[in-house]
């Protein structure tokens, strides 16, 4: 089946550790993103990917990292950095320009 | 800057009322795309639609129908006969472009609207 996994479904953290999340896709997408949803808003973008080995900042990177190396993955580092990590993350990918987003499960982070 | 606006926060019906979501964006783009997903209980987002900018004919898709109204920056979506697993909050979504060139964009979307269909 093609699609999106993130992993894991539920992450717990102490305050001042560095957690990765992870985002892999099977579906040949060129371009990944990742989004930041807050109780009761809309989502936000934290980084997005065009193609391996580029990305670019979205509206919320403070505090955010990520890498991608290969086609199909576009982990995010949530750091110490980031005042308030607890969130919902959801990663998504797209074919191209302006065609729709696919979104995998999310990952919710708790940071106490 | 761009912005979607759902005005309904959340709306509650009884099994079978057909209840409409209502979405008005702003843009300065000439050319763009709105869309609709879903994100049931379970937190992953669904995507319902896609539409240019450049066709504002109806769209049907069974219980499904979207009204996009350019005149009026609107892109609503109604639900015919709703069900109990139609419950979930939905988002409008508009498309940007990220650089002058359009090859990088990202979608703005609103804060949604929770929708709770009754038994």
């Known amino acids: 089946d093609g699609g999106i996994t993130q992993s894991p479904k539920y992450l717990f953290r102490k305050e001042g550790q560095n957690v990765t999340l992870s985002c892999e896709q099977n579906l040949n997408h060129d371009a990944m993103y990742w989004y930041r949803q807050d109780p009761g808003q809309g989502l936000r973008l934290i980084y997005y990917?065009?193609?391996?080995?580029?990305?670019q900042k979205g509206d919320i990177a403070e505090g955010y990292s990520v890498s991608r190396e290969k086609k199909e993955s576009f982990p995010l580092t949530v750091t110490s950095a980031q005042k308030n990590p607890t969130a919902f993350y959801l990663c998504?990918?797209?074919?191209?320009?302006?065609?729709?987003?696919?979104f995998g499960p999310g990952t919710r982070l708790t940071v106490t | 800057a761009q912005k979607v606006t759902q005005a309904q926060t959340e709306i509650s019906v009884v099994e079978k009322e057909d209840v409409t979501l209502d979405c008005v964006y702003e843009?300065?783009?000439?050319?763009?795309?709105l869309f609709w997903y879903k994100q049931p209980p379970s937190g992953e987002l669904v995507f319902l639609i896609r539409r240019n900018s450049f066709d504002e004919q109806n769209e049907i898709s069974g219980r499904y129908s979207w009204n996009f109204q350019k005149s009026t920056s609107s892109f609503n979506f109604t639900i015919t006969a709703s069900q109990v697993v139609d419950s979930a909050v939905y988002f409008c979504?508009?498309?940007?472009?990220?650089?002058?060139?359009?090859?990088?964009?990202?979608?703005?979307f609103g804060k949604g609207t929770l929708l709770t269909v009754n038994p």
């Open positions: 998504a990918s797209s074919i191209g320009l302006f065609s729709e987003q696919y």
């Open positions: 990917s065009q193609i391996v080995n580029d990305f």
């Open positions: 843009t300065r783009d000439t050319t763009y795309y």
């Open positions: 979504a508009l498309s940007e472009a990220l650089n002058s060139g359009g090859s990088n964009y990202k979608l703005t």
